[in-house]
């Protein structure tokens, strides 16, 4: 007897996908996925960039709030420095913007928030994600650094060096809006973002925090994005902040020396040193 199939079978079959169908199905999408994924990574990252910018505005707005309140005295940038007198700056009677006390991988989050508390910034800005960019590794309570030149770390070989080292807003030159205080660098200064004033290299890495670049934000109250020229610059950041080192690199083209003299003039003000590019 021969099986013959009735409608509803028949109907089954006309609607089932066959392999191939699915294969292309599959296919398209995948090609879709690798569209689109760029442009929503894209779409993060300038969320990110966004918030972090945010941050840096708000952390300068208590900044420039604790210089009103202080007689335009700048409150000391030097992170485990509060009321100390040594060889890297004169910070007695001065209590950090935040107290570190403890520095390392194995220090616990809470001691990294109470760390942010017990800041002389706090009072003016008090909410603990803003010391923190989005784009922050886990553990990071704080991401932002104070630029060497505002109150922070003096090393010897800027000191005596008029108007280099700041403590007071009024000091800031020759324009506030292009004097940097705060960048987005990540964990790898413990103290304060360092740049050399009369060495033609690099003292901290640049950092690599926002595609190219990162954000940085001025004595005036802005905060805005710098994207590095120099494919070595860029480079030099990745690996450093993969290792977790500073290397102090010398730039190797034309490019890579212009990022250079950007960030120590947005640190210091000026050169002390003629630039040989």
Known sequence: MNFKPTACCRRVRASAFTLIELLVVIAIIAILMAILMPALNRAREQGRRAACLSNLKQLTLAWMMYCDENDDKIVNGAAGFGNTTSTWGEHANERAWIEVNAFGPDVDWDTRIQQIMDGALYPYTKNVSVYRCPTGKRGEAVTYATA?????????????????????????????ATRFVYID????????????????????????????????SFADGHAEYWKWKGRETVAQGKDDEENNVTTGFVPETQEGYEDLYRIQRACWGRLEYEPSH
Do not use: C
């Open 185 to 216: 660098e990540g964990s790898l200064s413990p103290d304060a973002f360092a740049a050399y004033i009369h060495l033609e290299q690099w003292f901290d890495s640049p950092p690599i925090r926002h595609g190219n670049g990162t954000n940085l």
């Open 148 to 176: 060497f030149s505002m109150n922070a770390v003096n090393h010897p070989w800027s000191q005596g060096i008029k108007g280099a080292h700041v403590k007071m807003r009024n000091e800031i030159k020759p324009n506030p």
